[in-house]
């Protein structure tokens, strides 16, 4: 039993040994020029963000003006239906008077009106004046219903083009949606990630102003400057005695799969940078899973609570972790929290569907003193946080 609990420890050192502990070494030069680059690329994404908006406020004006063509089209085709019915009650009514005119110069009832009221007459005159009677009311019945069966099928002739039209003006809306909605998810995605892109410009800014304000030299390794300052001041941190899981009993609910893709446009990771874990217990307190001191607490781009701990390796170098969703903060930056203080308790805050913990461990943090951009953070800095902690599917100790 002995024995196999110093193969466990020797395995857990060598995959610590075998973890890269540190990003490329910086000069407080080099990373101005970084810092300048990618503010650059950050204002790139604003500027895009901004011009996605203005097309879409554009595409919202032409939906609406759609809507109104749709409407006043919808009325026109109502209104032609009701000339159509008119003209149908007309031919009706016209046919009804012609047939009274008739039965008023006839002199008997048949079969055929007109032949019996033509030769029903007295004298060739009186034949010749019936018959031209009989061909004007002919005519004259015959070039009503012409006319009103020709008005008839304009009307429908409109219809139809009013029906084709209002076809293509709802094609042309579902066009301008589905493009809406891709502008909208564009603009969603180049939002995406944590923190903000505002958020991510000044940390940027104030990282770099953090290392020049510690007096580190211009051509200084800028995180050697920072253990070297801290250690003068006697500000180094204990080093981690063991790692533990965040809470005290649980499950996972989504693993780490790392930056599986960098989308060089909108500057965001397509992956998952940490391990989500939840337990039946909604509101269970969290604990960091080794001693160091509070980095960070903030509420992110999407309004989750989050805490940040730094810890000290046994060769000097730095490792972060974050736990964020958080539902309360109790712990302050600078407090120093062992393996039992409890940082807060689980929550649903932010971009969540659910109360859990999402937890990083990464080798920088992109805040003031972590040594790094969000890019390289969320693109090399992560690690799997099983490299460090054990998490099987359900546990109930840590």
Partial sequence: MKS????????????????????????????????????????NVKSQIVTNEAEVAKIKANISSIEVQVKNTENEIVSLQTEIDKSNEEIKEKSEESKKIIEYY???????????YAFGATSITDMIYRMSIVEQLTEYNDKLMDELEALIE?????????????????????????????????????????????QQIKAAQSQLDFYKKLGCGQNEDIQACQRRIESQNNQSIPSVNGYFRPIENGYVTQWYTGCGTWNAK????????GIDISSYNKSIDVYPIAAGIVFARYYDSA????????????NGTYI?????????????????????????????????????????????????????????YSRYGTYNPTDFVRFPSSWTNR
């Fill in 154 to 198: 304009k009307n429908k002739k409109q219809q139809e083009n009013l029906n084709a039209k209002k076809k293509e003006l709802e094609k042309s809306k579902e066009a301008l949606i589905n493009q809406k909605l891709k502008l909208d998810a564009d603009s969603a995605a180049l939002k995406a990630g944590v923190p903000g892109i505002e």
């Fill in 320 to 376: 972060y972790s974050t736990y964020a969703h958080q539902r309360n903060f109790k712990v302050s930056v600078g407090q120093y929290v062992s393996v039992n203080t409890s940082i807060g308790q689980m929550g649903s805050t932010g971009n969540s569907s659910g109360p859990h913990v999402h937890l990083e461990v990464t080798n920088c943090d992109w805040n003031p003193g972590g040594g790094c951009l969000w890019e390289s």
């Fill in 106 to 116: 006839q002199i008997s009832n048949g079969e055929n009106i007109y032949l019996e």
């Fill in 4 to 43: 196999l609990k110093i193969i466990s420890v020797l395995l857990m050192l060598l995959t610590l040994v075998a973890l890269p502990m540190s990003t490329k070494a910086k000069t407080i030069t080099e990373f101005e020029a970084e810092v300048k680059k990618y503010t650059q690329n950050l204002e």
């Fill in 266 to 273: 909108k500057r965001v990771c397509s992956g998952h940078l």
């Fill in 303 to 314: 309004r989750a609570l989050v805490v940040k701990i730094k810890h000290k390796l046994d």
